[in-house]
């Protein structure tokens, strides 16, 4: 029996997850018209139709979605294996995919992971900076970041970091002619930014407890934006009062160009775990990523 050419399976399987003739022959390294080229032959010599495309998308048919099904994770099955055999090298090599967002990615994972890739020039670490929850599994990620409160329990979390703090912050021009909010209720009277969260959609309601009572605000405000970084902009600039995490305001409450709120409403919470399917065997090149990023406990 003749064999077959597995690589065009390949393409079905990567436009598939994918959703895009253009991501999927970006990741596969060919042209778009190659790949459509594949593809056309596939379903000419299955004679079925395996994806339906529209002019904003691309999605697997229900006969695709079986062959999907069927040999996608043989795939990722051969690609862990080849990884594995990097364990048999001099050093470890490979390419470790992580999704987290820019805070975590400038404080904690480029300063532990530096020093790693300078130690093993065969590895290699593709950062995807996205503040959405990403599907790890099926997006083919080897792990994500993510505050521990919110991963799922079917997977592996290690912590990466210390315990965080929120923190409300305003500068003192915006101060200057108003009273400072001396109870988390009270925001209810003053302008405030807010964020709206990738995920869901919805505005993100300001979290804040004192002596095991929690309080949860809705504040009100001119401006809403989806990421961190312009809320800060504006906080200096006057535009209302912030709320996020201590880390990414503190060079400025040091400096004085804001001025911290509530702290007494702040308590620590669990920081960030890196996250991983409990079920993937890990590469020789993932372990030392995951040992270098683990919170290294402090002897007494």
């Known amino acids: 029996m003749a064999r077959r050419n597995l690589n065009d399976l390949l393409a079905f399987v990567t436009i598939a997850r994918e959703g895009s003739f253009t991501r999927a022959a970006a990741q596969l390294g060919v042209t778009q018209s190659a790949l459509s080229q594949t593809m056309r032959a596939l379903e000419d010599r299955l004679a079925i139709r395996l994806l339906t495309r529209t002019t904003r998308s691309v999605s697997p048919t229900e006969a695709g979605e079986r062959l999907l099904k069927a040999i996608g994770h043989r795939f990722d099955d051969i690609e862990a294996e080849l990884e594995a055999l990097t364990v048999l090298r001099d050093k470890p090599a490979g390419t470790v ?177 890196l996250y991983y399917p409990s079920r993937r065997q890990p590469s020789p090149a993932f372990s030392l990523v995951l040992e270098a990023l683990k919170l290294k406990q402090v002897r007494s």
């Open 97 to 273: 995919r992580i999704t987290c967002g820019d805070l975590v990615l400038r404080t904690i994972l480029l300063p532990k992971l530096t020093p790693l890739l300078h130690a093993y020039p065969d590895i290699e670490i593709e950062f995807d900076v996205n503040y959405g929850f990403r599907d790890i599994v099926a997006d083919r990620f080897d792990a994500g970041v993510r505050l521990g409160e919110s991963i799922d329990q079917d997977m592996i979390a290690v912590p990466i970091g210390p315990p965080l703090r929120m923190a409300a912050v305003a500068s003192p021009d915006y101060l200057a002619s108003r009273q400072a909010p001396a109870k988390p209720e009270d925001l209810v009277s003053h302008r405030c930014i807010n964020l709206r969260l990738p995920t869901y959609g919805g505005l993100y309601v300001w979290e804040f407890e004192r002596r095991g009572r929690p309080l949860n605000v809705h504040v009100e405000g001119q401006l809403t934006f989806n990421t961190s970084p312009p809320i800060v902009e504006a906080a200096l600039d006057g535009m209302g009062i912030a709320f996020l995490p201590e880390d990414e305001v503190s060079p400025y409450l040091q400096q004085g160009r804001l001025v911290r709120l509530l702290e007494d409403w702040c308590p620590p919470f669990p920081g960030y775990y």
